[in-house]
């Protein structure tokens, strides 16, 4: 089996496990046996929420929740005791001894159209409040979405070629299995070379088949208008997601503080209020070091979050600028996987592991 082909498979066998994992927790009585592992509470990741798509091909499936699902975790949440609060409100929440209560925040990355069309009035029908990042070049259509528009090119065209520093690349797509190992191999091309070099030779593969990535942005992603109305929701924040959605972690440190603060400064501009909160793109490990997190800091930025599965406990207040967080996969929208993510248990077994 080729390089690409077996990446796919190790993905395929990974989701697999999960969702045996989330099986096994949900039926074993787990979080009532390990209580203490629920800690303080969870932080949830979004990102589409919209209705169910039937593509056939859909790489980006694992973004994507249906209404239905989001208010299903909602009324999860709080039938397990868990209290919906801002994600700015956390750190005096936290550094309260005395407050024993248990959290939840939802938040939402990207500033997707649909979060607002599709999640807002489910967040407002529960009173929940939530936390919307958006990158300011998707808001000014400056910056495109490589995955939405990897998404488009491997669904609809049968090969193309992607022209580099290092040389050609030619990826069929034909098949099905072909589309999955070309939009794998895009992935590992954007975390490993050139981020900004990679996501042009997406942009040009694309617009040589007739795909307009900026079009692609602009029917998903909310425009200035949408996020000045949004900030006005009592129920919804706004936070900062950086300026083009690149790994901070290989960037050189005067783009970082640039990442920051323009994106801090625009979101301003577009809402009148400075962001006190932020999220790392990526945001797992290969993407967040001790540089960015005291780079965050030093921004200004009261708390900030990662991708980093974990629940939220008492060492929290600690590292509020490197927040985990748990992802509401759109690969598992079942109401007992999200009991099993509350618990705390998976997280708690993965520590076991190491």
Known sequence: MSGPLLSTAKQLIKRAT??????????????YIFPKQAGRGIIFTLHHVRPRRS???????????????????????????????HLNSLPELLSKPSDVRRFICFTLDDGYRDNVEFAAPVF?????????FVAQGFISRTRTMWWETAEYLTRKVPSFRLILNSGAVTLKTETRRQKLAAFEQLTKLVQ?????????????????HGIDPIAIVDSLA?????????????????????????????????????????????????????????AYPYGRSHAVGDREIDAVA???FS???????????????QRIT???????NGNYQKERYVKALISGVPFGLMRDSR
């Open 18 to 31: 999960i969702q045996t994992g989330l099986e096994a927790i949900a039926l074993s009585g787990a979080p």
């Open 55 to 85: 593509l056939g091909f859909d790489p980006n499936a694992l973004l994507s929740v249906t209404p239905e699902f989001l208010e299903q975790a909602i009324r999860t949440a709080i039938q397990c005791g868990l209290t919906p609060v």
């Open 124 to 132: 407002r029908r529960y009173q929940v409040p939530y936390t919307i």
């Open 192 to 208: 490993e070379c050139d981020e900004d070099e990679v996501v042009a030779s997406i942009d040009q593969a694309a617009q040589e």
């Open 222 to 278: 909310i425009d200035e208008r949408e996020l000045h109305a949004l900030a006005r929701d009592p129920l919804a924040s706004v936070g900062a997601h950086t300026v083009s959605h690149v790994n901070l972690r290989r960037v050189s440190a005067e783009r970082l503080r640039s990442e920051l603060q323009e994106s801090a400064k625009a979101i301003e501009d577009f809402t009148g209020q400075y962001p006190d909160t932020f």
């Open 298 to 300: 030093e921004s200004g």
């Open 303 to 317: 708390v900030a979050v990662t991708n980093q599965p974990g629940m939220l406990n008492a060492q929290s207040i």
């Open 322 to 328: 490197s927040l985990n967080r748990v992802s509401l």
